[in-house]
């Protein structure tokens, strides 16, 4: 799994910022909000010495985590009902899929409404948002191969043992899957609730330094939520490979 | 799962608790009730944009930019695509900032497009083409780095010009690839439409949407949602018929 340094890579994404910082400071990129990657590295300096970018990251991610881990416990829980229990979804699947059809956004301003300008909004909107991957992604991963459920038949395992050892281990990968998906669309999303309706954490600071005409800072903040968002990932797939080392491979997921 | 889905897809008596739901929530529901007005009021609610002479143009708005930002974004994701995946050298060498571009949130994009670009629908499009261009594109580049040399070579052979190569080999070989990514990428760009008009409020639906959340019509957003909720689906529907159909009729060549 040795990965060779893109070096080559990370030339051209150092040259493009030196050509960025150049354009700006020639003024051939002429916007007067468009601050040059030295202005940006100073507003985040400046966000960090003033405490505020620690203090709407951990905002954001705590909404962002406690809305993902509700959607998580619910998203497998009724995902695995749904790809076990064949009734189950024959008569509900549609409705799901009528509902996914909402785009999430247009259902913030709804959780506005209903839960107000607090945090409750930010964590039900991230709640809902990554529900959907996550129930999707447990309903498909549930669809186990016959040849595996047959060998379970063969070995005589109880109901409770081809549940634990055949379908679950079987449905790990595309769940692992629908939690990353997941992850990200309710970081997204509770940045889009920050900005509409609960002002803080890190979706609310991008709207202030927007309207505060401080650039450098805005970007600063771009640029941690892109961070943040990479970072996230990563450790949702390191934790996952952690603990389910063999399960991953089986399905490719591991690339 | 694709074969299933041609074999009939989802039983349509699955929307059953979907329409008791909102049956019960007609029956049991406070017309005046400022959190769950039942749904006969969304009509209602919706009808002073539609006497304003409202309803229709934020719905053209909003179309028009999804369909210019995806059509843009389809664009640049498979000419871009095409050329990263043809090359290693320009794979290796772009790879990195792509994928740091890539994981920029869309939502963070729109205030900093508001602050550099303004109020503006160039502004719009900006932010719905970005993000809608990485699905396209990274299905095209994996599609082009996959081709089969065989048919890289036949027009070699053949002494076809660059342009018959691209237009009889390269087109009909990627297109398949360029409409999954359309297809992924079709519902984020609405999104994100939806999106940008909420934060902003600059024309459109979300526009709209937000003043209505704004002054608490609740009815009225319900009713704004369910247009969003129609728009999604149908956008949904057009796009993997599209798909379908043609990567069907593509069969033989991926």
Redesign the interface.
């Given at each position: 799994m040795a990965r060779r340094v893109?070096l080559?890579?990370?030339?051209?994404?150092v040259l493009?910022l030196v050509l960025w910082e150049l354009l700006v400071r020639t003024s051939v990129l002429d916007?007067t909000?468009?601050p040059a990657p030295t202005a940006v590295g100073e507003g985040l300096g400046e966000l960090l010495a003033n405490g505020e970018l620690l203090g709407a990251l951990g905002h954001t991610l705590f909404a962002a985590l406690s809305g993902w881990a509700l959607a998580g416990l619910v998203g497998v829980a009724a995902g695995s009902v749904l790809g076990l229990v064949r009734p189950v979804?024959?008569?509900?699947?549609?409705?799901?899929?009528?509902?996914r059809?909402?785009?999430?956004?247009?259902?913030?301003?709804?959780a506005?409404?209903?839960f107000g300008f607090s945090v409750q909004t930010e964590i039900m909107v991230a709640f809902y948002a990554a529900l959907w991957p996550i129930m999707l992604n447990t309903i498909?991963g549930m669809r186990t191969e016959p040849r595996m459920l047959e060998s379970g038949a063969v070995l005589r395992l109880s109901k409770a043992a081809v549940l634990w050892k055949i379908r679950l281990p079987g449905a790990t990968a595309m769940i692992v899957v629908g939690l990353r998906l997941g992850l990200?669309v309710s970081?997204?999303?509770t940045?889009?609730a920050e900005?509409?309706g609960n002002p803080a954490g890190?979706?609310f600071l991008?709207?202030e330094k927007?309207q505060a005409?401080q650039?450098g800072q805005?970007?600063a903040?771009?640029f941690v939520?892109?961070v943040t968002?990479?970072v996230l990932?990563g450790l949702v797939m390191g934790a996952a490979r952690l603990a389910f080392r063999g399960q991953m491979a089986s399905s490719g997921e591991a690339a | 799962?694709k074969r299933e889905k041609e074999r009939g897809g989802?039983?349509?008596?699955?929307?059953?608790?979907?329409?008791l739901?909102l049956g019960l929530w007609e029956l049991t529901g406070d017309p005046a009730s400022?959190?769950f007005p039942p749904p006969s009021t969304w009509v209602d609610g919706l009808r002073p944009l539609v006497d304003g002479d409202k309803l229709l143009p934020a719905i053209g708005q909003t179309a028009l930019t999804f369909l210019l930002g995806l059509s843009i974004a389809t664009v640049v994701g498979a000419v871009v695509g095409t050329l990263v995946g043809a090359s290693r050298?320009i794979d290796?060498?772009?790879?990195?900032?792509l994928e740091?571009l890539r994981?920029?949130?869309?939502?963070?994009?729109?205030?900093?497009a508001?602050?550099?670009?303004g109020y503006t629908t160039q502004m719009k499009l900006v932010v719905v083409v970005l993000p809608a261009t990485w699905p396209i594109l990274l299905t095209c580049r994996t599609a082009r780095r996959t081709l089969s040399p065989v048919l890289l070579d036949t027009p070699r052979t053949l002494g076809l010009s660059r342009w018959h190569r691209t237009t009889k080999i390269l087109t009909p070989a990627l297109t398949p690839a360029v409409l999954l990514g359309v297809r992924v990428a079709a519902?984020l760009a609405?999104?994100i439409t939806?999106?940008v008009e909420?934060?902003t409020r600059v024309d459109g639906l979300?526009a709209v949407?937000?003043a209505?959340?704004a002054s608490?019509l609740?009815a009225q957003?319900?009713g704004?949602?369910t247009i969003?909720?129609v728009?999604?689906?149908l956008v949904?529907w057009v796009v993997t018929r599209a798909e379908t159909a043609v990567s069907r009729r593509m069969r033989g060549t991926t």
């Open positions: 893109n080559l890579g990370a030339a051209v994404f493009a916007f909000y468009l979804w024959t008569y509900s699947m549609a409705s799901l899929e009528a509902l059809a909402l785009p999430i956004v247009a259902f913030v301003p709804v506005v409404l209903l498909s990200s970081l997204v999303l940045l889009v900005m509409v890190l979706g991008l709207v927007g005409l650039p805005m970007f903040a771009v939520i892109g968002g990479i990932n | 799962m989802t039983p349509v008596r699955g929307l059953l608790p979907l329409i739901l400022p959190y050298p290796r060498a772009l790879s990195p900032s740091f994981a920029l949130p869309a939502a963070s994009l729109v205030p900093v508001a602050l550099v670009l519902p609405l999104i939806l999106l909420i934060v979300g949407l937000g209505a959340q608490f609740s957003v319900y704004l949602l969003a909720g728009l999604g689906f949904n």
